[in-house]
């Protein structure tokens, strides 16, 4: 199972040089298995689109799975972020980034994103997959 983050669905959403590259990524990790997206995920995507009924069933038709994120995963999130305000990080990460991060790590095989660096810095050992522009 792997999860996808909101920056490729996002991306899938517009027209921009990295659709196509988003495109095959999620195609290809629906050829391994399911592809979830977790609640921070399908909010932040809710707030590309007008309808968020709209955003799930859009999802859901591309073949993707709503999975929650699980108790031990939100503890997770909050140890990353606290480490990170300890390493000097700035708040332009927030909570958000790190609930994506923990549900992939915890609860998936692998992730989708266009953030690559952050994802492999802070949750070791999670299987990060760059959509190749």
């Known amino acids: 199972?792997?999860?996808?983050?909101s920056s490729v669905l996002i991306e899938l959403l517009g027209d921009g040089e990295r659709t196509a590259a988003?495109?095959?990524?999620?195609?290809?990790?629906?050829?391994?298995?399911?592809?979830?997206?977790?609640?921070?995920?399908?909010?932040?995507?809710?707030?590309?689109?007008?309808?968020?009924?709209?955003?799930?069933?859009l999802l859901e038709d591309a073949g993707l799975v709503y999975l929650a994120i699980e108790s031990k995963a939100a503890l997770r999130a909050g140890e990353m972020q606290r480490r990170y305000r300890q390493r000097g990080g700035r708040r332009e990460r927030t909570i958000p980034d790190f609930l994506v991060g923990a549900h992939a790590l915890l609860q998936c095989d692998?992730?989708?994103?266009?953030?690559?660096?952050?994802?492999?810095?802070?949750f070791k050992g999670l299987k990060v997959i760059v959509p190749q522009v």
């Open 22 to 57: 988003a495109a095959d990524s999620l195609r290809d990790a629906l050829h391994q298995g399911p592809v979830v997206l977790c609640d921070v995920v399908l909010a932040e995507v809710c707030t590309a689109l007008q309808n968020g009924s709209d955003a799930l069933q």
């Open 1 to 5: 199972m792997i999860a996808v983050d």
């Open 110 to 122: 692998g992730l989708v994103t266009f953030d690559a660096g952050f994802f492999r810095d802070y």
